[in-house]
């Protein structure tokens, strides 16, 4: 059974930093994209970003690059989400997934099939 488990998330002011993990079990976790989405109160969920299994390749969104970065840890079956310079409109809360293939890494949420629980980032004005 694979399980993702986020955190990490909580209540910061604008323009300032927060660090989500996200714990895997039970998968071969380096074998596998990774991603993170966020899904804000009455909005679709959307992607964030995505790292490859060896963490060679990142992919961002156009509205958090330059402030967020993904990483990744195979020895601890562990993603990072840096994020940094936070906004009001970056309030969501935040899952990471697995990608289903070993051969891409997807930035359709459709494109992943285990997810975790999610947290919540709230950014105040």
């Known amino acids: 059974q694979v399980q993702l488990v986020e955190s990490g998330g909580g209540l910061v002011q604008a323009g300032g930093s927060l660090r989500l993990s996200c714990a895997a079990s039970g998968r071969t976790f380096s074998n596998y994209a990774m991603g993170w989405f966020r899904q804000a109160p009455g909005k679709e969920r959307e992607f964030v970003t995505a790292?490859?299994?060896?963490?060679?390749?990142?992919y961002y969104a156009d509205s958090v690059k330059g402030r967020f970065t993904i990483s990744r840890d195979n020895a601890k079956n562990t993603v990072y989400l840096q994020m940094n310079s936070l906004k009001p409109e970056d309030t969501a809360v935040y899952y990471c997934?697995?990608?289903?293939?070993?051969?891409?890494?997807?930035?359709?949420?459709?494109?992943?099939?285990?997810w975790g629980q999610g947290t919540q980032v709230t950014v105040s004005s």
């Open positions: 997934a697995t990608e289903r293939s070993r051969l891409r890494v997807g930035v359709r949420s459709t494109e992943y099939d285990y």
């Open positions: 790292i490859s299994w060896s963490g060679g390749s990142t």
